[in-house]
Every structure is written in C-alpha cells, then in structure tokens.
C-alpha cells in the first residue's frame, strides 16, 4: 500500500526521479507524473490501465508558466483563467513541443489546469516541471474524492498519496476550448456553465460520445460502479426491483416508505454545491456496501446539476 501523507518534501522527490504521486485537487484526486517525462507518463496509464488515446490534463501553478508549453490563447480563455484560476476549470491550448505528444495523445492541443488547493499548488511552486495527472482511479471506475478512496483501488500501485482531506468540489473540472473563434465546452463538471456564460457570454457545448473522440474522458460509459445502476423516477425504480437489495441517491426532500433501502441523500436542502461534493463517495460508497443495484433520479438541469447528471447518465451507461 501507498503512504499516505502530507509530507510535500517526500512528494516532490519521488515526482523528480520519475515515479507517481497522488495529489489532492478541489475537484478530484488526480495520479500526478513529471509532464516533461515519457517513461514516468506511461507509467500513469500503466497504472490506470489507461488507453493511450485518452489525454492527461498538465497541471501549474501560475499562468506566467502557461507560456512554456502554450501559445496563441484566444482573449475569452484568458479571461476565463484570470476569473477561475485556480480552480475547476481546465482549458485546451495550442501546445508547444515541450509537452510529450503521449501526454495529449497526439492532438495539437493540451489540456491545462491551476489546480485550487494549498498543498498541491505549493508542490507545483517547488517542482521545475508542471504535472501531467488524470484521474487517480482506474480507468472507466469512479474518481476519487479522499486519500483513502486512491488508496483502495491504486494504493499498490504508486509509492505516496499526498492527502489534502476530501475534494470540495467533487465533480472533475469543467473543460473549455475554442475552435474558430468560439469558445466550446467539452466537460461539464466542477465550475457551472452560468458562471462560464457570465463571464464571456454565450457558448456551445459539444460532448463527445464515440470511441475516438476529441475529449476521450467523454466516453458514453465511464464514472461507473461495478453495481447495475438505474436512473428514473425512484418510487417506480422501487417498485420494479422490489425483490432487490436497493440502494438509492436522491435529492431534495424526499421520504420513502420502505425500511429496507438504503438512501444516500445528496443534499436534502437542494443544494448543488452539497451535492457534488457527495456524488462520488456515495456512489463509491453504495458499490462496497451490500446492495444488489443502485437507483438515482437526474437533478433539475441547473447549476451543477448539468454535471452531476452527466455523470450518473454515464455511470448506468
Ligand atoms: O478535475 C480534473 O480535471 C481532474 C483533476 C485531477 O485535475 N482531472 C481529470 O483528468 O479529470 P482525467 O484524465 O480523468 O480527465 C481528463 C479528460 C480526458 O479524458 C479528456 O477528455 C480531456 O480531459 N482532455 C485532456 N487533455 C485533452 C486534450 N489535449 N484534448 C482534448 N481533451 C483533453
Ligand atoms: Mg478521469
């Protein structure tokens, strides 16, 4: 098992001689590696079990060293990143030969990120490279939202996990880019579309669902606990499992009959901020418990309700 620590020292030795850490963002834990390194980028889709064709997104600590391995940066993305930097936004850039074609999967683009949180943005500041880091779970599973969660599924897997306590996000950064002068939206996740919008106005937004896509973490079936997951009306969800252990994800105010489910509530007050913070500790919660399936219902189509949705629709996918 990895050590799990706050030791930044430790982190920041073991990412210069090539090897794998696991650092806290607000969004999720990402798996972190040199980005200027092949061998120790391979080594994060090795451990993933990641296809090659599914791009890392490079994290740093300052937009001034942006201009090393990005150029050209359309007006409104900037703006976007002195609004939201640091913080759940992740912007796609023309990019420069420093950063390894295997850390974009070869397209002209790098995904780029100022990750919103004490520890790993003081690890940046020290490091003389920016980190390449995905997702610190499994490729397809869940993503994590404490130390322990890397831990359970990665722990034998990478030598420290530099523990920040829980995400307050919870839901991955919102990814944007532009092509011919309009700004798209690629992820829904942690920063909402309105406060995108506010910022620069009216966007698209394109979510990529095929096998080669240009936003791989797109595909239609990821974020997924190995339960069968169903997504409806949950009485009626109820009503047609009954002869199942059920667990179920609600929001809201909602009570139910039935002693025999297990109801995580992502946020009984309707608060969306609540609920992302939730989603994936009760999803990954639900998966270790008893329960034979999971049962959700969608949020309205709001605020982070867009992402949240996103995600369970991909998770029972
Ligand atoms: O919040 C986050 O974004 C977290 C934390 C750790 O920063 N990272 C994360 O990484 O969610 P990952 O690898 O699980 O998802 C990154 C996704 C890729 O699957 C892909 O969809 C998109 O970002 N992406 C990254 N680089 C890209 C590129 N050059 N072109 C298109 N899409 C890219
Ligand atoms: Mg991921």
Known sequence: MATIGTNIGQAKQLLKIGQ?????????????????????????????????????????????????????????????????????????????????????????????????????????????????????????????????????????????????????????STIVGEEHGEIIIYRLGGLAIESIKEVIGDVSVQLNQSSNPKAPGQLKSHYAPKKPIFIGNITELIKRHADKKIGAITFGDRHFSQSNIVIKNLSPTYNYKEAAINLFSFLRELDDSNVDIILCELLPEVNLGLAINDRLIRAAS
Not at 57 to 71: C, P, R
Not at 74 to 101: E, V
Not at 156 to 165: A, V
């Open 20 to 172: 794998l850490v696991a650092i806290p963002t607000e969004t999720v834990y990402g798996l972190a590696a040199n980005a200027f390194d092949i061998e120790a980028v391979t080594r994060i889709f090795d451990a993933k079990k990641r296809p090659t064709f599914d791009p890392l997104i490079v994290h740093t600590h300052s937009f001034e060293t942006l201009n090393e391995f990005a150029e050209n940066i359309h007006p409104k993305l900037i703006k976007l990143a002195q609004i939201f930097w640091p913080g759940p936004l992740t912007l796609l850039l023309s990019k420069k030969s420093i950063i390894p074609d295997l850390v974009t999967s070869g397209l002209d683009r790098v995904g780029v990120r100022i990750p919103n949180h004490p520890l790993t943005l003081e690890l940046l500041k020290q490091l003389p490279f920016p980190l390449a880091a995905p997702s610190a779970n499994p490729f397809g599973y869940i993503s994590p939202t404490s130390a322990k969660h890397v831990n359970d599924q990665l722990g034998s897997k990478i030598e420290y996990i530099l523990d920040g306590g829980s995400c307050q996000v919870g839901l991955e």
